[in-house]
């Protein structure tokens, strides 16, 4: 399950380093230089990374970057998945995380915006209610999100809890949740 990277910034620079498809992710070709100069950018005060380990490599990532200023920000998201790890449910997972963040952080909406040919992208942000819109060659997928619950704190909670006995344990996050269940 994903969970919060919190100032693990070098995890995220290694997964987007691997990333091959950096056109989809950052709507343009980008080097090893220019993700590095990214990294180093992100405004942390602001910035949510989300991680999906799988073995103990990171796989995937969520950015939730909010915008500062009104009573009810928006957000943006941008999701990285390695090819390798795609279609096996990473990104719905991610990007389901980074929602309730932004939902327990009074998000108004989130955007995420992507090339026109991240059909991907824009089928799993569908999945989550998005209005999307189209131009030339990008395309602005929003959602908008309901007010925080004591459901969604929780739910937020329990995340972060499992994250962190999975991590000390070093247990697979799926094997954790299943011993849950069974209880």
Same mark, same amino acid.
């Given at each position: ?6 100032? &693990? ?17 950052? %709507? ?23 991680? %999906?380990? %799988? ?6 990532? +969520? ?12 957000? &943006? ?26 939902? @327990? ?11 026109? &040919? @991240? ?6 942000? +569908? ?42 344990? &070093? ?13």
């Amino acid at each position: 399950d994903p969970h919060a990277l919190g100032g &693990e910034v070098d995890h995220a620079v290694g997964e987007l380093e691997r990333y091959r498809d950096r056109r989809l992710r950052f %709507c343009r070709p980008a080097s090893d230089d220019d993700i590095h100069r990214y990294c180093t950018r992100i405004d942390r005060m602001h910035t949510t990374l989300i991680g %999906c380990v %799988c073995d103990g490599t990171l796989r995937g990532v +969520a950015e939730l970057v909010q915008s500062p200023g009104d009573t009810r920000p928006g957000a &943006e998201i941008a999701l990285s998945v390695e090819r390798h790890h795609q279609c096996l449910g990473i990104g719905t997972q991610l990007l389901r995380r980074a929602l309730l963040l932004a939902q @327990n952080r009074f998000c108004d909406t989130v955007f995420l915006l992507s090339l026109r &040919e @991240n059909r991907r992208l824009r089928r799993l942000a +569908a999945r989550f209610g998005a209005q999307i819109t189209a131009s030339d060659d990008t395309a602005e997928s929003h959602i908008r999100l309901p007010w925080p619950s004591c459901l969604s704190l929780f739910e937020e909670a329990a995340g972060d809890g499992q994250a962190v006995v999975a991590a000390v344990f &070093e247990l697979p996050a799926r094997q954790l949740a299943a011993a849950a269940e069974r209880v």
